[in-house]
Nanobody, 125 residues
C-alpha cells in the first residue's frame, strides 16, 4: 500500500518561506509516476481544502486561487518525492498540510486514495 510522509513544516514569520516534502513508499504494482499527487491543508475549525495538485507526469499543475504566485508544486518521480515550495507566507496559510495521492487527476480531497499524516505550518510573528 502506498505510504506518504510529509516533512518541512514549522514556525515561520509572515513573508517567510518553507519547502514541504512528501516521500512515497510501499509501492507494489505501480511506481509513483502512476499517481497524481496533491497538497491539501486544514486549518483549525475549517474543512480540508486543496492547495495544489500535480499530474502523474508533472505536466499539469493546479493551484488554489489563494496560493497562486506564491506556492509551487513539483515532483521527482525517480526519487519518489513531491515538493511544495511556499513563499510570501501569510498568517492565513497556517494549517496542517497533507500530501495525498490518487490514480486520476482529481484535486478534490474526497477523491484521494492515500494520505499522509500531515505537517504543521504556522505563520506568525
Amino acid at each position: 500500500q502506498l505510504q506518504l510522509v510529509e516533512s518541512g513544516g514549522g514556525l515561520v514569520q509572515p513573508g517567510g518561506s518553507l519547502r514541504l516534502s512528501c516521500v512515497a513508499s510501499g509501492f507494489t504494482l505501480r511506481s509513483l509516476d502512476y499517481y497524481g499527487i496533491g497538497w491539501f491543508r486544514q486549518a483549525p475549525g475549517k474543512e480540508r481544502e486543496g492547495v495544489s495538485c500535480i499530474s502523474s507526469s508533472g505536466g499539469i499543475k493546479k493551484y488554489a486561487d489563494s496560493v497562486k504566485g506564491r506556492f509551487t508544486i513539483s515532483r521527482d518521480n525517480a526519487n519518489n518525492m513531491v515538493y511544495l515550495q511556499m513563499i510570501d507566507l501569510k498568517p492565513e496559510d497556517t494549517a496542517v498540510y497533507y500530501c495525498a495521492a490518487n490514480s486520476g487527476s482529481s484535486c478534490i480531497p474526497g477523491d484521494m486514495d492515500y494520505w499522509g499524516k500531515g505537517t504543521l505550518v504556522t505563520v506568525s510573528s
